[in-house]
């Protein structure tokens, strides 16, 4: 693959306006493929992301490599433009070439750019999917592409990935109830605060009704690299409980989907249970027997009864 020219060293802060004079490539875009030179620039600005509330770009643990948000401010980001000339770089014989925000050009408002190198897809595996809020506030799908560098590159602590890289194989350990470090984003602002405030203080309750030493579960599917945290394990019994707010139909609908999506990881499989503020109604009663999942609910001035599937093997 030809430089055509290039003669920038990795350490360089560059502007776009030099940059374009100099390669090509259009100005504002975070992704940029240039029509003169065989390029594509690859702009990553973490603080932008943080101020959105998340941020994948940057260096992996070890610093092989570099982490890099798709483009697409709304909704789920798609392959296409950009993301697809980072895809497919190397049959369009293109070299990516990285920069990160650094600072602003003495005297102007434009931000200046430091350029770490040239970098190529991972080829097994160039991107994985993660959940992010965009511009509006809604949760959706981004692009989270593994870029390697290509002989030197200028590596800093400071440009160390927040969030880290994905995991090979799915991890499940047992961690103590109030171990719960996972990143949350949520889309719906006071409501989804109120209801884990709900679910937080059900479990709280039943944990002191029941006497038991609960734990939960930390779980990393492979190729992801949030974890999914339970709400209460009984290791004992080898029984799962996730635990809703409210009894609602989508809560009680959300509530199976968890339980069956964690039960997948663990070893042996446990018994699955929700836990619930109030008796639910009798047609969501017989929805969890049907799928094998006891419920357990909150008798004010009682404590706490349990409703039992009929037997049979529903796993």
């Known amino acids: 693959m030809a430089d055509d020219g290039w003669d920038t060293p990795i350490g360089t ?19 940029e493929p240039s029509s ?15 101020a959105f509330g998340y941020n994948f770009d940057g260096w992996n643990k070890d610093r092989t490599v570099f982490l890099y948000t798709g483009e697409g ?3 789920d980001q798609q392959m296409r ?5 980072i895809l497919e770089h190397q049959a369009q014989g293109r070299a990516l070439r990285v920069f990160i ?32 809020p965009d511009e509006k506030g809604e949760l959706r799908t981004v692009f989270v592409f593994r870029l390697r560098p290509l002989d030197e590159a200028f590596r800093r602590e400071v440009d160390q990935s927040s969030s880290g890289d994905v995991k090979p194989k799915t991890e499940a350990v047992l961690v103590p109830l109030e171990d719960h470090a996972s990143p949350t984003f949520e889309s719906s602002g006071t409501k989804a605060t109120t209801a884990v405030r709900r679910e937080s203080e059900l479990c709280a309750r039943y944990n002191s009704y029941t006497g038991r030493p609960f734990r939960r579960w930390k779980i990393t599917p492979a190729g992801e690299i949030r974890s999914l945290f339970t709400d209460m394990y009984d290791q004992q019994a080898n029984e799962l409980y996730e635990a809703k707010g409210t009894t609602t139909r989508d809560a009680v609908r959300r509530g199976i989907g968890q339980l069956l999506d964690y039960r997948r990881h663990i070893v042996p499989k446990p018994a699955l249970t929700l836990l619930l503020p109030h008796r639910p109604s009798d047609d969501l009663i017989d929805l969890l027997g049907d799928v094998g999942i006891s419920c357990v609910y909150e008798e004010p001035g009682l404590g ?6 009929p037997l049979g093997d529903h796993r």
């Open 13 to 31: 802060l560059l502007g776009r306006e030099e940059r374009m004079a100099k390669y090509g490539g259009a100005k504002y875009g975070g992704i």
């Open 101 to 132: 925000a650094e600072g602003i050009i003495p005297g102007t408002a434009q931000k200046n750019h430091l350029y770490i190198g040239k970098f190529e897809i991972e080829k097994g595996l160039p991107y994985f999917l993660e959940e992010a």
């Open 36 to 50: 003169r030179t065989p390029n594509v620039f690859v702009y990553s600005d973490p603080a932008r992301g943080e």
């Open 73 to 75: 401010r709304i909704g």
């Open 81 to 85: 433009d950009g993301n697809r000339a």
């Open 304 to 309: 706490f009864s349990r409703i039992a599937p």
